[in-house]
């Protein structure tokens, strides 16, 4: 079989999971908060027909290799910072910089999240639409008129029947070295790896950790029109693919019908 017909096959297989990575940026288009991917391809090993540089026979000054088609490498999430945009609700915090919030999930692991939709629950609780507790855990009282955060992540309240404020908690963010290692659980959520480093936490404004907005959220950070030049650059590489898939087809047809 003409080495052609797999080689083209990886870059069809390629091109497939870059459509895929594509199609879900712009599926969360909307989506508050979402970084976008994007993937990294690698060549393949080659096959040398003929080194460089023999000594004994003054060889040639470059090698004779033929290459095997390229694999994914990587997907690669760039955390740069999305649109920011006035809710006007004082549960909605949006991080401008650096950092992200914390919420315990059900299996008391902690997740991290740029999603900053908050709410307050039956318990008085504040969480996230999932129902997760904000950690460190901030509890608002029952009588409390309304709620403030400062930018450096100073929770305090007013209540009904007085205009004092009080100091109830203490929104705290982490950063990671490598933001890009971090693991993607889906509901707008990452957990630790590895790759991304232990997590340093501190409070907004501080550490090289960005600051909060109250009554912001940030959107997505996905480029529609760049999606879409994305795409089609990625189609016409799939197809160039299979026509080199077809034209080895059509050699290796003529190749058979050879006669004496």
Known sequence: ???????????????????????NNLANVNTAAFKKT????????????????????LGPPSELAIGHGTKLAATERAFQQGT????????????????????????GTIG??????????ADGMLVNSDGLYVE?????????RQLFISQDGLVSVNFIDSNDTEDIGQIELVRFLNPAGLSALGRNQYQQTPASGAPIAGTPGSAGIGGVLQG??????????????????????????????????????QATQLVR
């Not at 991290?112 to 629950?121: E, K």
């Not at 460190?136 to 409390?144: E, G, H, L, S, T």
């Not at 940030?218 to 898939?245: C, F, H, P, W």
């Open 1 to 23: 079989m003409m080495r052609a017909l797999s080689t083209a096959a990886t870059g069809m297989q390629a091109q497939q999971l870059n459509v895929d990575t594509i199609a």
């Open 136 to 144: 460190p855990a901030i509890q608002v009282p029952d009588d409390a």
């Open 112 to 121: 991290y999240t740029r999603d900053g939709a908050f709410f307050v629950s």
């Open 84 to 107: 920011t945009e006035q809710t006007d609700n004082p549960l909605n915090l949006a991080i401008e910089g650096d950092g992200f919030f914390q919420v315990r999930r059900t299996d």
């Open 38 to 57: 994007s993937v990294r391809f690698q060549d393949l090993l080659y096959q040398d027909l003929r080194p460089a540089g023999d000594p004994a026979r």
């Open 216 to 253: 912001f959220l940030e959107g997505s950070n996905v480029e529609v029109v760049d999606e879409m030049v994305s795409l089609i650059t990625a189609q016409r590489a799939y197809e160039i693919n299979s026509k080199a898939i077809q034209t080895a087809d059509s050699m290796l047809s």
